[in-house]
């Protein structure tokens, strides 16, 4: 049962636009939630996050928005960069005593163009 | 300082021949996190310790896998009589403590069982 999903596995955006990434989660329990950017032959990289408690965090050319009502949040990146290509996972969380282990969507390839 | 390293940074071994992965988390970090990425899937969590106990093992897929944490700092993920199907990219994270969301991961070890 996948409980984050990012159902587009590719997005392809032209240097200065707008770039939107989707995530969509089901368990009603994760409190917050995260966006990592991964590039070939490295680890995810955190990007930007978010709490239940809001519905927006920005943070220079990167804001996070959360629908709780939906259970959906976007990734927006503008303006996007050449080097913003990457794969871009979704990660939510819930806090338990077991810690804070992250649940990973599936991923989407961002690729930015000249 | 240094972040999260891991090593090997690549494994080939052959089917049935038990492997070690080793990671060392951010000094001073308490939290530590077991995932593995097998081909186009997400970030699937495995383990989590704090210090050097681990209350969260509910991601070890078989009782093939297993971890071990020494002195709060280095940790070891073991799996014995390898499976084609545990070919994947094994991660390790950190953060500061049970509480801190954002984690911190390593470039990962990749592990290929022929």
């Known amino acids: 049962d996948q409980q984050v999903k990012q159902n587009s596995p590719s997005l392809s955006v032209q240097e200065g636009r707008i770039s939107i990434l989707n995530c969509d989660y089901t368990?009603?329990?994760?409190?917050?939630f995260l966006w990592y950017k991964k590039y070939p032959a490295e680890g995810p990289t955190f990007l930007i996050s978010i709490s239940s408690i809001k519905d927006k965090n920005e943070d220079g050319r990167f804001t996070v928005f959360l629908n709780k009502s939906a259970k959906h949040l976007s990734l927006h990146i503008v303006p996007s960069q050449p080097g913003d290509s990457a794969v871009y996972f979704c990660?939510?969380?819930?806090?338990?005593?077991?810690?804070?282990?992250?649940?990973f969507g599936t991923g989407t390839q961002l690729k930015v163009e000249l | 300082g240094a972040g999260v390293s891991q090593s090997p940074s690549n494994k080939v071994t052959e089917k049935g021949k038990d492997v070690e992965l080793r990671c060392d988390p951010i000094s001073g970090h308490t939290a530590l996190y077991w995932y593995r990425q097998s081909l186009g899937q997400g970030l699937e969590f495995l383990i989590y310790f704090q210090g050097n106990s681990a209350p969260d093992k509910s991601g070890l897929p078989s009782d093939r896998f297993s971890a071990e944490r020494t002195g709060g700092s280095v940790s070891t993920l073991t799996i014995q009589r390898t499976q084609q199907e545990d070919s994947a990219v094994y991660l390790c994270?950190?953060?500061?403590?049970?509480?801190?969301?954002?984690?911190?991961f390593g470039p990962g070890t990749r592990l290929t069982v022929t």
């Open positions: 368990n009603s329990m994760f409190d917050y």
């Open positions: 990660a939510a969380s819930a806090l338990t005593g077991g810690g804070n282990k992250l649940t």
């Open positions: 994270a950190s953060s500061r403590d049970r509480g801190s969301y954002e984690q911190y």
